[in-house]
C-alpha cells in the first residue's frame, strides 16, 4: 500500500485595500507606529476569517476613513503578491469604491498620522512600497502584479 507524504499547507494573510479616487487623486493615509511607520498607504487591514473581501474593505473603510461603502459599488482594481524582507508572503486585494457615503476622515488617530488626497499617477515617494507598485499597476490597467520576489 502507497502512502503519500504530508502535504504541509501555507495559509497566507490577506490584506484589504479601500481605493477612494475623485478627480485623478486617490486617497492615502499615514502610518503611525508599527510596520512602515511614517509611510503613506491605501486605507486597509486584514481580512478576518469569516468574511469575504468585498466585506473585510468595507469594514476597514468604516473603522480607518470613517466611510461607508455599499458592495454593489465596490469593483476589483488589483491584486498583489507580495512580501517584504524577513516577512511571510501575503495576497493584497485592492477594491475601488465607485461611490461611499461620508466624508473620509482619521478615524484611528492612535494608528494613523493623517489623511490626504495624492495625484494617482504620483503618489509621495515614502509610499509603502508594494502600495506604490500597485498604484503604478492600477494606472495602467493591469490587475495583478507581485513585489518582493526574487526573479
Known amino acids: 500500500m502507497t502512502t503519500s507524504p504530508t ?4 495559509h497566507r494573510i490577506i490584506d484589504v485595500h479601500l481605493l477612494l479616487i475623485r478627480d485623478d ?13 511614517g509611510q503613506w498607504q491605501v486605507p486597509s487591514g486584514h481580512l478576518e476569517g469569516d468574511e ?39 495576497f493584497g486585494v485592492f477594491y475601488r469604491a465607485r461611490a461611499w457615503t461620508g466624508t473620509p476622515y482619521n478615524a484611528e488617530p492612535d494608528k494613523c498620522g493623517g489623511i490626504r488626497w495624492f495625484p494617482l499617477i504620483s503618489p509621495p515617494a515614502n509610499t509603502v512600497p508594494y502600495h506604490a507598485v500597485a498604484l503604478r499597476h492600477i494606472t495602467a490597467g493591469r490587475i495583478s502584479s507581485k513585489y518582493g520576489w526574487d526573479a
Open 7 to 10: 502535504v504541509q499547507r501555507h
Open 25 to 37: 487623486q486617490v486617497l492615502l493615509s499615514l502610518r503611525q507606529g508599527g510596520y512602515a511607520s
Open 52 to 90: 469575504p473581501t468585498d466585506h473585510g474593505t468595507i469594514r476597514e473603510g468604516w473603522e480607518e476613513i470613517g466611510v461607508r461603502v455599499d458592495p454593489a459599488d465596490l469593483e476589483l482594481a488589483h491584486v498583489i503578491d507580495h512580501r517584504a524582507p524577513g516577512e511571510d508572503p501575503r
